[in-house]
C-alpha cells in the first residue's frame, strides 16, 4: 500500500512534502548565514559565497547520485573508490595531450556509469545487500586504483582547471552545470514515470513488484546513475587539483551520505529528493566556512561538525515520527 | 494411494530444508576449511607454526570487534564507531605516563569511552529513532574530532609496557591476544546464545514488534547491545594499541566495515535475528587468512583488497542462497 501511495502525486513526492522536508535545512542555512555575518565582514561578501558554491561542486555530485541510490532503499559505499579509479584514470591516460581531453572524459564517463550498473547488477542478481555488495567492489575498485598507479599519475593540458574554476561574469561554471544537473534530476524524479518507479522501489519493494514495476532495471538504472555522478565527481576533482590521486575519493564514501540525510532523504528509502541533497550540500560547505570565521581552531572544528550532524539528524527523525 | 504419495514428498521436503540449513549453517566452516587447505597447497609456510602464531594474534583485535558487531547485527542495527571507539581508547592508553603503575586507570578510562559511547548510539538510535548508520557514524565523527582537540593530531607518549605483552607477546607459542580474545568469546557464547538476554536480543532483531507485545523492553536490549559493543571495542583498541605499539589517531581505521563484513562472512543476516558468535569469528578468520595469503605467496598488495572485495561478494551471495532456500 505504501508503494501504491507513493507514487501517486502529493504524498512524498509533491512539491508541498519537499518544502516541509527541506524546512530545518533552510532554517539551519539561515541561522548560518547569520552568524557568518555578524562575525565576520568578510564571509558576507560575493568572493566567499562563491567560492563556498565553488568548493561543494565535487560533494553535490557524488551525493545527487547517493540520493537516488538512498531513495531506492539502498545504498553506495563503493563512490570514493570510483572517484578515485577514475580520477588516476583522467590524468593517467590524458598525460598533457589535450586532443585526448574530449575521448578520454566521454570514456571514463561511460566506464563510470558502467561501474556503478555492475554494482546494481550484482545486487539484483546476487541478492546480497547493496552494502555489502558495495563494500565488496569499493574494496576491489580500491585495488585495481592502487594496482594502475600507487602515486598520482599523469597531467592535464593547461586550461583543464577551468572546468572547475572557469567563471562567466563571476557566476562558478562548473558549480553552476553540477545545479543544472541537479535540478534536472529533480525534475526527472517528480515528472519522469521512470523516476517515480525509483520512490515506489524504496517506498515498498514487494508492492512495487506486485504492480509490475521494473524494480531490477530501476535498481541498476539508480546505481548507474551514481556511478555516472562518480565519474563528473573525478573530472571535477582532476581539474582542481590538476591530477587524479589514488585516495582522491577516500572521504566521499561515507561523507556523501551526510548531506543526503540532512537533506530530508531517509535512509531507509521512498522519501526524500535530490534538492534536500544540494541544500544539505550548502549547509556543510557554510558550516566549514562559518567555523573558520567564528575562529574555531582547526583541531577543534571536526567535533564541532559531528557534533552538528547529530543535532541535524536528531531533528528530522521525531519530526518524521510525528508526521 | 495420492495422499501417501503427497506425504512421501513432503517429508522429503521437509528432509531437504533441514539439509538445506545445515548445509547453511557449516557452509562457512567448510569454506574457511578449503581456504586453508588452498593456501597451504599454494604456499607451505602459510600453515607453519610460526605463520598460524601470526595469524591468532592479528585475528585477535578483530574477534574482539566483530563479537560486539553481531550483538548489534542481530538486533538490525550496524555499528560504524567501533574504529573510532579503538582509536580513542589507544590514544587514551597514551595519555598516561606509560608505566605499568597506570594499566588500571587507562582500562577504565577507555572502557568509559566505549560504554559512553555505546550508550549514545544506544539513546539516538532508540529514543530518537535515528538510523543505526547514521547514528554511529556520527558518532565516529565527534570521536575523532574529540581526538584532534585533545592531541591536535599529533599523540604523543607511550603504551605501558603491560599492553605491549598483551598485544604481541606469546605464551609458548600462543598469543596473550588471542587467549583474551578466547575468553571474551566463550562469555559472550553464554551471553548470546544461553542467558535470558540473549534470548530477547534474538526475539527483539526477529521481530521487534512482537518483542515489546511479549514484554521485553525492547529499547533497552538494543541500548545494552551497543554499550557492549563499545566495550568490546574499547577492548579491542588497548589489545591493538599493544600490538602495534606506536599509536596515531586512526589505530582502528577500517575495523568498523571488517567486522561487519567478517559477521556477514559467518553468517549473521544483515536483516537481523540470526547469526552466532562462532560464525563472526571464523568470519573474521577468513578476512585475516585471505590478506595473510595474498602476502605469502607473493602478490602485489594490491591484490589483498581486491581479493578481500571478491571474496565478500561471493561469500554473501552464497549465504543468501542457502538462506532464503525453503
Given at each position: 500500500m505504501k508503494g501504491f501511495a507513493s507514487?501517486?502525486?502529493?504524498?512524498?513526492?509533491g512539491w508541498r512534502a519537499t518544502r516541509s522536508a527541506i524546512l530545518p535545512v533552510i532554517v539551519l542555512i539561515a541561522l548560518l548565514l547569520i552568524i557568518g555575518v555578524s562575525v565576520s565582514?568578510?564571509?558576507?561578501?560575493a568572493r566567499n559565497l562563491w567560492n563556498v558554491y565553488e568548493q561543494s561542486t565535487g560533494l553535490a555530485l557524488v551525493s545527487l547520485g547517493q540520493t537516488l541510490v538512498i531513495l531506492t532503499g539502498g545504498i553506495d559505499l563503493s563512490v570514493g573508490s570510483m572517484i578515485s579509479l577514475l580520477s588516476e584514470l583522467i590524468s593517467g591516460s590524458i598525460?598533457?595531450?589535450?586532443?585526448l581531453v574530449l575521448p578520454v572524459l566521454v570514456g571514463v564517463i561511460m566506464l563510470g556509469a558502467l561501474l556503478g550498473a555492475i554494482n546494481g547488477a550484482c545486487i539484483v542478481l546476487l541478492r546480497v545487500h547493496p552494502l555489502i555488495v558495495t563494500l565488496g567492489t569499493g574494496a576491489t575498485l580500491q585495488g585495481l586504483t592502487l594496482l594502475y598507479s600507487s602515486h598520482p599519475p599523469g597531467k592535464v593540458p593547461d586550461g583543464f582547471d577551468e572546468i572547475a574554476y572557469g567563471r562567466l561574469f563571476d557566476i562558478p561554471m562548473g558549480a553552476s552545470v553540477a545545479v543544472l544537473l541537479v535540478l534536472l534530476t529533480a525534475l526527472f524524479l517528480r515528472y519522469a514515470p521512470f523516476g517515480r518507479y525509483i520512490f515506489a522501489v524504496g517506498g515498498d519493494e514487494s508492492a512495487a513488484r506486485l504492480m509490475g514495476l521494473p524494480l531490477d532495471r530501476v535498481i541498476v538504472f539508480a546505481y548507474g546513475f551514481s556511478g555516472f555522478c562518480c565519474a563528473l565527481t573525478a573530472i571535477f576533482l582532476v581539474a582542481r587539483f590538476g591530477v587524479g590521486q589514488p585516495?582522491?575519493?577516500?572521504?566521499?564514501?561515507?561523507?556523501?551520505?551526510t548531506p543526503v540525510v540532512i537533506g530530508?532523504?531517509?535512509?531507509?528509502?521512498g522519501k526524500g529528493g535530490v534538492l534536500g541533497t544540494l541544500l544539505g550540500v550548502y549547509l556543510l560547505g557554510l558550516l566549514y566556512n562559518v567555523l573558520n570565521y567564528v575562529g574555531i581552531p582547526t583541531d577543534w572544528q571536526l567535533l564541532v561538525q559531528g557534533l552538528v550532524v547529530i543535532l541535524a539528524v536528531s531533528i528530522y527523525v521525531q519530526k518524521r515520527k510525528v508526521i | 494411494m495420492a495422499a501417501e504419495t503427497a506425504k512421501q514428498t513432503s517429508s522429503l521436503r521437509h528432509l531437504r530444508s533441514a539439509a538445506r540449513r545445515l548445509f547453511a549453517q557449516v557452509s562457512i566452516y567448510i569454506a574457511f576449511a578449503l581456504l586453508l587447505a588452498i593456501a597451504e597447497i599454494a604456499?607451505?609456510?602459510?600453515?607453519s607454526g610460526s605463520n598460524i602464531s601470526n595469524m591468532l594474534q592479528q585475528v585477535a583485535p578483530l574477534g574482539i570487534v566483530v563479537i560486539g558487531q553481531t550483538l548489534v547485527i542481530v538486533v538490525r542495527g550496524l555499528d560504524l564507531s567501533v574504529g573510532s571507539v579503538m582509536a580513542t581508547a589507544a590514544v587514551a592508553a597514551t595519555?598516561?605516563?606509560?608505566?605499568?603503575?597506570?594499566v588500571f586507570p587507562i582500562i577504565g578510562v577507555s572502557l568509559l569511552i566505549g560504554l559512553g559511547t555505546g550508550l549514545a548510539n544506544g539513546l539516538l538510535i532508540?529514543?530518537?529513532?535515528?538510523p543505526p548508520f547514521l547514528a554511529t557514524l556520527a558518532m565516529w565523527i565527534v570521536l575523532e574530532g574529540c581526538r584532534y582537540a585533545y592531541n591536535g593530531g599529533a599523540p604523543s607518549g607511550n603504551v605501558p609496557a603491560f599492553f605491549r605483552v598483551i598485544g604481541a607477546g606469546s605464551f609458548h607459542g600462543i598469543p596473550y591476544n588471542i587467549l583474551i580474545m578466547a575468553a571474551i568469546a566463550a562469555v559472550f557464547v553464554v551471553i548470546l546464545h544461553v542467558s535470558t538476554f540473549g534470548r530477547r536480543v534474538f526475539l527483539v532483531g526477529g521481530n521487534p514488534v512482537m518483542a515489546r507485545l511479549v514484554g521485553i523492553r525492547v529499547d533497552r536490549v538494543v541500548i545494552a547491545s551497543y554499550v557492549l559493543s563499545g566495550l568490546l571495542a574499547a577492548t579491542a583498541g588497548l589489545v591493538l594499541s599493544g600490538f602495534v605499539g606506536l599509536v596515531d589517531n586512526?589505530?582502528?581505521?577500517g575495523f568498523e566495515l571488517d567486522s561487519i563484513v567478517a559477521a556477514v562472512l559467518g553468517?549473521?543476516?544483515?536483516?537481523?535475528g540470526r547469526g552466532t558468535i562462532l560464525g563472526a569469528l571464523v568470519g573474521a578468520a577468513i578476512l585475516v587468512a585471505i590478506t595473510n595469503a595474498v602476502l605469502l605467496l607473493g602478490l602485489p598488495i594490491q591484490f589483498q583488497l581486491i581479493i578481500k572485495g571478491i571474496v565478500i561478494v561471493i561469500a554473501a551471495a552464497l549465504h543468501v542462497r542457502t538462506a532464503a532456500a525453503p
Amino acid at each position: 500500500m505504501k508503494g501504491f501511495a507513493s507514487i501517486l502525486p502529493g504524498s512524498t513526492i509533491g512539491w508541498r512534502a519537499t518544502r516541509s522536508a527541506i524546512l530545518p535545512v533552510i532554517v539551519l542555512i539561515a541561522l548560518l548565514l547569520i552568524i557568518g555575518v555578524s562575525v565576520s565582514d568578510r564571509f558576507g561578501t560575493a568572493r566567499n559565497l562563491w567560492n563556498v558554491y565553488e568548493q561543494s561542486t565535487g560533494l553535490a555530485l557524488v551525493s545527487l547520485g547517493q540520493t537516488l541510490v538512498i531513495l531506492t532503499g539502498g545504498i553506495d559505499l563503493s563512490v570514493g573508490s570510483m572517484i578515485s579509479l577514475l580520477s588516476e584514470l583522467i590524468s593517467g591516460s590524458i598525460d598533457g595531450d589535450a586532443s585526448l581531453v574530449l575521448p578520454v572524459l566521454v570514456g571514463v564517463i561511460m566506464l563510470g556509469a558502467l561501474l556503478g550498473a555492475i554494482n546494481g547488477a550484482c545486487i539484483v542478481l546476487l541478492r546480497v545487500h547493496p552494502l555489502i555488495v558495495t563494500l565488496g567492489t569499493g574494496a576491489t575498485l580500491q585495488g585495481l586504483t592502487l594496482l594502475y598507479s600507487s602515486h598520482p599519475p599523469g597531467k592535464v593540458p593547461d586550461g583543464f582547471d577551468e572546468i572547475a574554476y572557469g567563471r562567466l561574469f563571476d557566476i562558478p561554471m562548473g558549480a553552476s552545470v553540477a545545479v543544472l544537473l541537479v535540478l534536472l534530476t529533480a525534475l526527472f524524479l517528480r515528472y519522469a514515470p521512470f523516476g517515480r518507479y525509483i520512490f515506489a522501489v524504496g517506498g515498498d519493494e514487494s508492492a512495487a513488484r506486485l504492480m509490475g514495476l521494473p524494480l531490477d532495471r530501476v535498481i541498476v538504472f539508480a546505481y548507474g546513475f551514481s556511478g555516472f555522478c562518480c565519474a563528473l565527481t573525478a573530472i571535477f576533482l582532476v581539474a582542481r587539483f590538476g591530477v587524479g590521486q589514488p585516495y582522491a575519493g577516500y572521504n566521499f564514501t561515507l561523507g556523501s551520505i551526510t548531506p543526503v540525510v540532512i537533506g530530508g532523504t531517509l535512509l531507509s528509502g521512498g522519501k526524500g529528493g535530490v534538492l534536500g541533497t544540494l541544500l544539505g550540500v550548502y549547509l556543510l560547505g557554510l558550516l566549514y566556512n562559518v567555523l573558520n570565521y567564528v575562529g574555531i581552531p582547526t583541531d577543534w572544528q571536526l567535533l564541532v561538525q559531528g557534533l552538528v550532524v547529530i543535532l541535524a539528524v536528531s531533528i528530522y527523525v521525531q519530526k518524521r515520527k510525528v508526521i | 494411494m495420492a495422499a501417501e504419495t503427497a506425504k512421501q514428498t513432503s517429508s522429503l521436503r521437509h528432509l531437504r530444508s533441514a539439509a538445506r540449513r545445515l548445509f547453511a549453517q557449516v557452509s562457512i566452516y567448510i569454506a574457511f576449511a578449503l581456504l586453508l587447505a588452498i593456501a597451504e597447497i599454494a604456499s607451505p609456510a602459510f600453515l607453519s607454526g610460526s605463520n598460524i602464531s601470526n595469524m591468532l594474534q592479528q585475528v585477535a583485535p578483530l574477534g574482539i570487534v566483530v563479537i560486539g558487531q553481531t550483538l548489534v547485527i542481530v538486533v538490525r542495527g550496524l555499528d560504524l564507531s567501533v574504529g573510532s571507539v579503538m582509536a580513542t581508547a589507544a590514544v587514551a592508553a597514551t595519555a598516561f605516563n606509560g608505566l605499568d603503575s597506570d594499566v588500571f586507570p587507562i582500562i577504565g578510562v577507555s572502557l568509559l569511552i566505549g560504554l559512553g559511547t555505546g550508550l549514545a548510539n544506544g539513546l539516538l538510535i532508540t529514543k530518537r529513532s535515528v538510523p543505526p548508520f547514521l547514528a554511529t557514524l556520527a558518532m565516529w565523527i565527534v570521536l575523532e574530532g574529540c581526538r584532534y582537540a585533545y592531541n591536535g593530531g599529533a599523540p604523543s607518549g607511550n603504551v605501558p609496557a603491560f599492553f605491549r605483552v598483551i598485544g604481541a607477546g606469546s605464551f609458548h607459542g600462543i598469543p596473550y591476544n588471542i587467549l583474551i580474545m578466547a575468553a571474551i568469546a566463550a562469555v559472550f557464547v553464554v551471553i548470546l546464545h544461553v542467558s535470558t538476554f540473549g534470548r530477547r536480543v534474538f526475539l527483539v532483531g526477529g521481530n521487534p514488534v512482537m518483542a515489546r507485545l511479549v514484554g521485553i523492553r525492547v529499547d533497552r536490549v538494543v541500548i545494552a547491545s551497543y554499550v557492549l559493543s563499545g566495550l568490546l571495542a574499547a577492548t579491542a583498541g588497548l589489545v591493538l594499541s599493544g600490538f602495534v605499539g606506536l599509536v596515531d589517531n586512526f589505530v582502528g581505521r577500517g575495523f568498523e566495515l571488517d567486522s561487519i563484513v567478517a559477521a556477514v562472512l559467518g553468517g549473521v543476516a544483515l536483516s537481523g535475528g540470526r547469526g552466532t558468535i562462532l560464525g563472526a569469528l571464523v568470519g573474521a578468520a577468513i578476512l585475516v587468512a585471505i590478506t595473510n595469503a595474498v602476502l605469502l605467496l607473493g602478490l602485489p598488495i594490491q591484490f589483498q583488497l581486491i581479493i578481500k572485495g571478491i571474496v565478500i561478494v561471493i561469500a554473501a551471495a552464497l549465504h543468501v542462497r542457502t538462506a532464503a532456500a525453503p
